[in-house]
Nanobody
Framework: QVQVMESGGGSVQAGGSLRLSCTVS???????MAWFRQGPGKAREAVAN???????RYADFVKGRFTSSKDSAKNTANLEMNGLTPEDTAAYYC???????????????????WGQGTQVTVSS
């Protein structure tokens, strides 16, 4: 049974930083991982991804603030979040295992397995 487990959420003041991690139980699905988030009353949105060539792509609203990386030996993806604002408050979800590669990295349908989410709360 494939497992996707996020960790690292919490509460921080505006301007602060947090680091999320996502570990998967299967090295195959770790080749393609992504982060999504869903804020209160908002639709789910893509945040960043990371693929086996270590190329990361980002949503415009996090460029320059968030960094997506992975440790392939540990089947783990990380999301370093700096300069957090209250607008970043959301449940953050890790997704892994791509049905297709290349275009449309931000399409949730691209990802097979999902974690339960970890809450990030940013206070002003």
């Amino acid at each position: 049974q494939v497992q996707v487990m996020e960790s690292g959420g919490g509460s921080v003041q505006a301007g602060g930083s947090l680091r999320l991690s996502c570990t998967v139980s299967d090295s195959t699905i770790s080749r393609c991982m992504a982060w999504f988030r869903q804020g209160p009353g908002k639709a789910r949105e893509a945040v960043a991804n990371i693929e086996n060539d270590n190329r990361a792509r980002y949503a415009d609203f996090v460029k320059g603030r968030f960094t997506s990386s992975k440790d392939s030996a540990k089947n783990t993806a990380n999301l370093e979040m700096n300069g957090l604002t209250p607008e970043d408050t959301a449940a953050y979800y890790c997704a892994a295992g791509c049905f297709w590669y290349g275009e449309n990295w931000s399409d949730a349908a691209r990802y097979h397995y999902w974690g339960q989410g970890t809450q990030v709360t940013v206070s002003s």
